[in-house]
């Protein structure tokens, strides 16, 4: 009875336009305003037919007020070139371009090649800081670009296709937040690259060492290690498939995010477990047979493997904080669910 409900159709309407508007404080004033009009169109129309609408009347009415994806990016104030709409994946990706992946690119490997080229480490640094600079300007250039036309072709997408408000998804409480679609979409995007690019690396390592590969080549305790590593990618992949397959199972995220944390937690401890314990040069990378014996070029091996090395040991550390503070939003969200039976059989007896 209750889809049959013309004012739970206006909840869902909102609830939809909430969820494409920035978080912040001007959200819930720009929903209320909204709810607001959409109600004096409805009791307009009852008005006009002197008698309370029915549930197609009212889907007509949220029809012609638009896409709600595009109704909260007209209610959203127009600040940046970015719409708020689409601004939270352009910072994501943004964010995973120039921090996550060109810094470690630069920092652990271009920086000790012009490092062991240059006659003075400030000319090595200025160079690498120079690139850096380089890439991040163009790379931030292409990506606002991309999403710049998607914001002004959203739109009019929108616009053309055929939405129904009866479509919309039901409302669900607060308290049973479900994880952002579009977040568990780009989530699943990002591991697709990430496993094609760790399936390629064997036989491109210039995708993993960069200008590097011409001297340096894999280690031993990569070899051993690859494979485990592929592995944990695919789980990634399947977690982050089933989060956006099945996003009404809130209880889902933390519990795989917490067991992949926990599974790289363990394969990084074997990790520098086997590299503390592996004797004689470094493990992790060596230098290709042409150029073993030449100083300047170990000098090059040693510095990318300590740079490797300290980046590993990084990553298990945060890894650790990680893993504690899933595992408490984990237990939260047990707690949740155990508790709301136990309130509604209390509030029934009562």
């Known amino acids: 009875m209750s889809n049959k409900n013309p004012q739970e159709l206006v909840d869902r309407y909102l ?72 601004y939270p994946v352009y910072r994501f990706v943004m964010k995973m ?19 062991v080229h240059a006659k003075h480490w400030s000319e090595a640094l200025a160079e690498t800081l120079g690139s850096l600079w380089s890439g991040w300007f163009i790379s931030a250039g292409i990506i606002t670009l991309v999403f710049a036309i998607v914001e002004r072709s959203q739109a009019h997408v929108a616009a053309v296709c055929k939405w129904d408000p009866l479509t919309l998804p039901p409302l669900r409480k607060k ?30 390592p210039f995708l993993a060492l960069g200008p590097a590969a011409g001297i340096l080549k894999a280690g031993p305790i990569v070899h051993t290690f690859y494979l485990p590593f592929v592995l944990v990618s695919i789980v990634a992949l399947v977690r982050s498939a089933i989060t956006l397959a099945r996003p009404q199972w809130t209880w889902f995220p933390h519990l795989s995010q917490l067991t992949q944390s926990a599974l790289m937690l363990i394969l990084l401890n074997f990790m520098i477990e086997a590299i503390t314990k592996t004797p004689g040069a470094w493990p992790i990378v060596m230098l290709q047979d042409a150029v073993r014996d030449s100083p300047k070029y170990l000098k090059v091996a040693a510095i990318v493997n300590m740079s490797i090395l300290i980046s590993v040991a990084s990553t298990w550390l945060g890894l650790c904080i990680a893993a504690i503070l899933q595992t408490r939003e984990f237990l939260r969200s047990v707690r949740k669910r155990i508790s709301a039976p136990q309130r509604s059989a209390f509030i029934g007896v009562q």
Request: charge should be negative; charged fraction near 20%; include cysteine.
């Open 175 to 204: 308290q049973e937040r479900q994880p952002s679609l579009l977040k568990a979409a780009c989530e699943f995007g990002f591991n697709i690259v990430g496993l094609v690019w760790l399936l390629l690396v064997p036989q491109y």
């Open 97 to 115: 371009v120039l921090l996550w992946i060109l810094v470690p690119v630069f920092l652990f490997i271009v920086g000790p090649v012009n490092l």
């Open 15 to 86: 609830q939809a336009v909430r969820f494409w508007l920035p978080n912040d404080r001007q959200q819930e004033d720009l929903v209320h305003e909204l709810g607001e009009d959409l109600r004096s169109q409805i009791e307009a129309k009852e008005d006009e037919l002197g008698r309370p609408v029915n549930q197609a009347e009212v889907a007509e009415i949220l029809k012609r007020c638009g896409v709600p994806m595009v109704v909260a990016g007209n209610l959203a104030p127009r600040r940046y070139l970015i719409g708020p709409v689409i």
